[in-house]
């Protein structure tokens, strides 16, 4: 077997060892694999909506949406789908491949489901890969969004299992395990990671890296967030974890789960244009797209937009198609436009140091 096989017998110590190689030696193993994988100049586009917001019985310590934390959150009812799906288009207008909506729910109701299989049936017509979170799902739920043509469902892990109790008491680390099985049993993609700068120790950062790629079938996505800390939440005040710590997290998820995309997910807000740079070159290969997580802010889109032209980074075409191919290109359109705009500034500049 070679270093780069799809391996699920990760020991704990190995994963440690990952993380103590020096930062370069860990990165070059990174950036190998990914290229063995994946083109590395490529990134995948989804984009967030909230469909249900604040409320949540759970008590996730980090989470501004739950309802035994006073976060100033305006709480809103169930989005209507004629909303969600105009906001699915305008995502994929602007160059999104996947939608993925989000619900404060401890888990769907049998009232919910019908609303919820109505709208992956007209999000996936605009052409869009569709995920979605929801929180736990049993099996016959999991075989109707299915059925509905969901790819992708989201269900995080969050940390290691020693961990989980400081962080959640109201659900267990096992029936998190249970959903990730009921979702594939039914035949969709897992998308499922965590959440970095919670208090969290190197171990508790390897040993939730060590279950994900232990899971029978890797996660086809791997959100890693960094901790976005809101007023009011109990780790408001958690210690700032070391960037370097964050990157060398992703590095060492692609090399555990080599062919999944790892996703530079919540966060980036407060990351400079440096830092995600060092993220795309330790093999994260997938952000979230628009100004907007669920409740909190993500990057201006414009800033992204030159953030990809910058580091000459493409846009990944998303697997399903539309009959209207003309929105496939939207944002390469973007990219290539803020490319030429800078062409025209750079000449214009150095005309101008030339006649100087
Ligand atoms: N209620 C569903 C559930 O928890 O399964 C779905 C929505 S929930 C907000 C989705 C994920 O967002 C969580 O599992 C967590 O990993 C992430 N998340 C929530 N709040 C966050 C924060 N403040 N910073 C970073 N990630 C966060
Ligand atoms: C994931 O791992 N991160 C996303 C998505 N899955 C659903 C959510 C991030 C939420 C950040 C806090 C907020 O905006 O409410
Ligand atoms: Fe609810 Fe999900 Fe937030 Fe937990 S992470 S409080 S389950 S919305």
């Not at 704990?12 to 193993?29: G, I, K, T």
């Not at 697997?319 to 990219?335: F, K, R, Y």
């Amino acid at each position: 077997m070679t270093d780069h096989a799809i391996r699920h017998n990760w020991k704990l110590s190995e994963a440690l060892a990952l993380f103590a190689l020096p930062f370069n030696d860990l990165l070059f193993r990174a950036q190998t694999v990914h290229r063995q994988h994946f083109d590395p100049n490529e990134v995948q586009v989804s984009t967030l909506l909230s469909i249900k917001t604040g409320a949540c019985p759970e008590d996730c310590k980090y989470c501004p949406q739950s309802g035994h934390y006073n976060t100033g959150l305006e709480k809103e009812k169930l989005l209507e789908i004629e909303k969600v799906v105009a906001e699915a288009k305008a995502a994929r207008d602007k160059g999104a491949s996947r939608f993925c909506m989000g619900a404060a729910w401890r888990s769907p109701t049998q009232k919910d489901m019908p609303y919820v299989l109505d709208m992956v049936r007209q999000v996936k017509s605009l052409g869009l890969e569709t995920c979605m979170t929801l929180g736990m799902l049993d099996q016959s739920q999991a075989n109707q969004l299915a059925e509905a043509g969901l790819d992708y469902y989201n269900h995080n892990l969050d940390t290691s299992e020693k961990y989980y109790n400081h962080i959640i008491t109201t659900r267990t680390y096992q029936d998190r395990l249970d959903t990730l099985e009921n979702v594939r049993s039914a035949g969709m993609k897992v998308c499922c990671g965590g959440i970095m700068g919670m208090g969290e120790d190197a171990d508790d950062r390897a040993g939730l890296l060590v279950q994900l790629a232990n899971l029978p079938h890797h996660p086809e996505s791997v959100p890693i967030n960094m901790l976005v800390k809101v007023a009011g939440t109990p780790l408001e005040q958690a210690e700032e974890l070391d960037p370097f710590d964050f990157v060398r997290t992703i590095a060492v998820a692609r090399i555990m789960m080599p062919a999944s995309h790892v996703r530079l997910s919540a966060g980036r807000e407060n990351m400079n244009d440096q830092m995600q740079a060092l993220c795309f070159m330790a093999g994260a290969n997938s952000i979230f797209y628009g100004e907007k997580l669920l409740t909190t802010a993500n990057p201006e889109a414009d800033k992204d937009r030159q953030l990809f032209q910058r580091l000459g980074i493409r846009p990944e075409q998303r697997e399903t198609h539309c009959t209207d191919d003309d929105q496939e290109s939207g944002l390469v359109q973007a990219i290539e436009d803020e490319r030429n705009s800078r062409l025209f500034y750079d000449a214009s500049q150095s005309a101008a140091s030339q006649r100087a």
